[in-house]
């Protein structure tokens, strides 16, 4: 089968996760960049990447190359390219441009020279052009112009990947699926090691960790870009959903354990686990950080503490995370604790020691990953007051 090059997009911080995927899923000339990774490879490769991948936003497929100075040269590059042998014209489609040092003055101009260029290269082949629809489209084309070069791409994954195919309510800013499984990754957590969430909000890591210990595949319940393509090979991706649903485990209770303070977080993850038909994996209940038992003698705690929006102000956070570090010290030795942050003075206000600070973005948002591992015996009550248990 002929080989394509590829981009696959994924959050920053975790490429190096990203590469370890590609790799297990068959993937060549990898390469990570700032943002994701390069790699070359078949189509049906691809459709497995997009399948299994629980760290890749978008893979990509590059589709051209090579160096521009105007709108006018983007225009001619996307006018040589053969559009209508890999797409066709009754599919909606739109257009993308991403832009670093580039020296053009409007991006949306740019944009619109690129899509005129593949209505144009349509009339000229089939005397018709296809719609625009920036909304749901049936193709993505993505343009990534630098100071001179730029790089065509078609879109094989459509919506991005963190979107699971499983519908999903919110009550805050939610934290991107892939990002919550990278984090899991990094966390060295393993499936039957208990995991706790006791900041749950949405469910988001309840819910891939649940997919992860049931070896479900992210990808198994939605469709993807590469099916509109002319190149679709049906057979191929109908075999790779098969052999992805024969993995699967049947769903059983996997010592995955979210709680909340907030009778209204637990509501909305029990509705999101419901609907993605995990509820069973999972147990829930509301009940406080600080009064959190854990569920077992050892195991990995995760948490994404509100951004000081949902509790209320910075200093509320502040007389908060004390509580929080006092809980842990008390009652979670033998536990390994990981909270992902924006707000810097967390470790310390918890006086806790971090062992490792990973720097991760939530979207836009620059945040660490503090690990704070509760070694057993270390942090004993005082001899005044009496051990507790747990």
């Known amino acids: 089968m002929s080989q394509h090059q590829f ?9 190096a996760l990203l590469v370890e995927e590609l790799t297990s899923c068959g993937a060549k000339t990898i390469q990570a960049t700032d943002g994701g990774v390069s790699f070359s490879g ?16 978008r893979i990509l497929w590059r589709v051209g190359q090579g160096k521009y100075a105007t709108d006018e040269d983007l225009y001619q590059a996307a006018m040589k390219l053969n559009w209508p042998q890999w797409f066709n014209v009754g599919s909606d489609f739109m257009v993308k441009v991403t ?33 625009i629809d920036t909304k749901e489209p049936d193709v993505r084309i993505h343009a990534y112009l630098a100071a001179e070069d730029y790089q065509f791409y078609l879109d094989t994954s459509g ?12 009550i805050e800013a939610p934290l991107r699926e892939n990002l ?68 699967a485990k049947p769903v059983k209770f996997q010592k995955i354990y979210g709680s909340d303070s907030d009778l ?3 509501r909305v993850s029990k509705q999101n686990l419901e609907e993605a038909g995990l509820l069973e994996a999972v147990q829930l209940s509301k009940v406080d950080f600080t009064e ?9 705690l995760v948490a994404n503490p509100p951004y000081g929006v949902r509790i209320g102000e910075d200093e509320e956070l502040a007389a908060l995370y004390p509580r929080m570090g006092e809980a842990l010290k008390r009652k979670f030795s033998g536990w390994n604790a990981y909270f992902l942050t924006t707000d810097m003075r967390l470790p310390k206000l918890m006086r806790l020691a ?35 248990d747990g």
């Open 180 to 247: 919550a499984a990278g984090i899991l990754k990094l966390s060295g957590w393993k499936p039957g090691t208990p995991f706790l969430d006791p900041m749950c909000g949405s469910g988001t890591f309840l819910l891939e960790a649940a997919m992860i210990a049931l070896d479900i595949a992210p990808g198994s319940g939605r469709s993807f870009g590469f099916e509109k393509l002319k190149n679709f090979d049906e057979a191929a991706w109908q075999k790779l959903k098969q052999q992805a649903r024969a993995k």
């Open 99 to 131: 832009g670093v040092k580039c020296p053009l003055k409007s991006l949306e101009f740019a944009t619109l020279r690129i899509k005129d260029a593949v209505c144009d290269r349509f009339r000229e082949a089939v005397n018709s052009r296809p719609y």
């Open 159 to 170: 919506a991005a990947l963190y979107q699971r195919g499983l519908r999903r309510a919110s």
């Open 292 to 300: 959190v038992v854990p569920p077992h003698g050892e195991g990995v």
């Open 354 to 388: 971090p062992s490792k600070r990973t720097p991760l973005f939530n979207g836009p948002l620059e945040c660490r990953l503090f690990e704070i591992k509760m070694v057993a015996g270390s942090n004993r009550p005082d001899a005044k007051r009496k051990p507790q």
């Open 7 to 15: 981009f696959a997009t994924c959050p920053r911080g975790l490429e």
């Open 42 to 57: 078949d189509m049906p490769m691809v459709y497995r990447a997009n399948l299994e991948s629980r760290i890749a936003t």
């Open 264 to 266: 209204r977080a637990v």
